[in-house]
C-alpha cells in the first residue's frame, strides 16, 4: 500500500508579513494511522526540501497525541525536511494521494500545475483521493475528462466560511474553500464548526477541519482494501 502525501511549499500568509504553511495535526493524524497499518508513505511538495509548517498549528493548544509523536519522531522529521519535488512522481506508482491542509495550499496547490495534473492522474486510475481543511483548494482547477471541474456533481466538504471568520484570515485569502467548493458545483455540506465531518462520493474523498483528518485517513484506508 504506498500512499503520496503532499504538502505544500507556500510559507507567507498573504500580506500580513506571518508565516503559513501545512497544518500539523492534519499531516501527523494521517500519516500515522496509515503507517501503523503498514503502509509505505511518500511525501512531496511543489518545490522539494523542507515543507514549512503552519506556526499556529504548533501552539500548545493546537497540539494532540499524533502532533507530540511527530515531534519525537526524527524519521519523520527528516521526512519534512527533505521532501520529494511532486514533478519527479508519478500517479501509477502509487495506490492513493492524500493532501493534508493549512493555509498554504490556497496560494500554491490550487494554482500548481503539476498538482492539478497529478490529481486528475489518480481520477482517471480510480485510486482514492483525500483532501483535508483546507486542502480541497488543490481541487480548484482540477477537471474530468470531459473538461467539466472534478467536484461536479460530488458531496464534498472543506474548511467552512465561518471556521475561516472564526480564525480572522476572510480577508486575507485569496478564496474561500467553502464558496469555491461550490462555484465549482460541488454538493458543499458541512457540519458545526470545528466538528468531525468526513464525505466520500467514489474515490473522491473530503474532510472539513483538522479534527477530520484521522477520520480521513480512516475512509482512505478502506477504499484500499
Not at 500517479?91 to 495534473?117: C, M, R, T
Not at 462555484?183 to 468531525?196: C, P, T
Request: some cysteine; glycine content about 6%.
Amino acid at each position: 500500500m504506498k500512499v503520496l502525501f503532499v504538502l505544500t511549499s507556500h510559507d507567507k500568509l498573504g500580506d500580513t508579513g506571518e508565516k503559513t504553511g501545512f497544518w500539523v495535526e492534519e499531516f501527523a493524524a494521517p500519516y500515522y494511522k496509515l503507517l501503523d497499518k503498514g503502509a509505505e508513505i511518500t511525501v512531496a511538495t511543489p518545490k522539494g526540501g523542507k515543507a514549512p509548517i503552519d506556526p499556529n498549528s504548533e501552539t500548545e493548544n493546537a497540539q494532540t497525541e499524533d502532533t507530540r509523536r511527530f515531534y519525537k519522531d526524527n524519521k519523520a522529521q527528516k521526512v519534512i525536511e527533505n521532501t520529494l519535488r511532486l514533478e519527479t512522481l508519478k500517479a501509477e506508482d502509487f495506490d492513493a494521494l492524500f493532501y493534508p491542509g493549512g493555509h498554504g495550499p490556497l496560494w500554491d496547490l490550487a494554482e500548481d500545475k503539476v498538482s492539478i495534473n497529478l490529481i486528475e492522474a489518480f481520477h482517471r486510475q480510480e485510486k482514492p483521493i483525500a483532501f483535508v481543511c483546507h486542502a480541497p483548494a488543490a481541487l480548484k482547477n482540477v477537471k474530468n475528462v470531459d473538461g467539466t471541474p472534478l467536484v461536479k456533481g460530488k458531496k464534498v466538504t472543506g474548511f467552512t466560511n465561518t471556521e475561516e471568520e472564526a480564525v480572522q484570515l476572510t480577508n486575507v485569502v485569496p478564496f474561500l474553500v467553502e464558496d469555491m467548493l461550490k462555484e465549482k458545483g460541488g454538493i458543499y455540506s458541512k457540519s458545526d464548526d470545528w466538528q468531525v465531518n468526513v464525505l466520500k462520493d467514489e474515490n473522491l474523498i473530503t474532510g472539513q477541519n483538522p479534527a477530520s483528518s484521522a477520520k480521513a485517513a480512516e475512509i482512505l484506508y478502506k477504499a484500499l482494501q
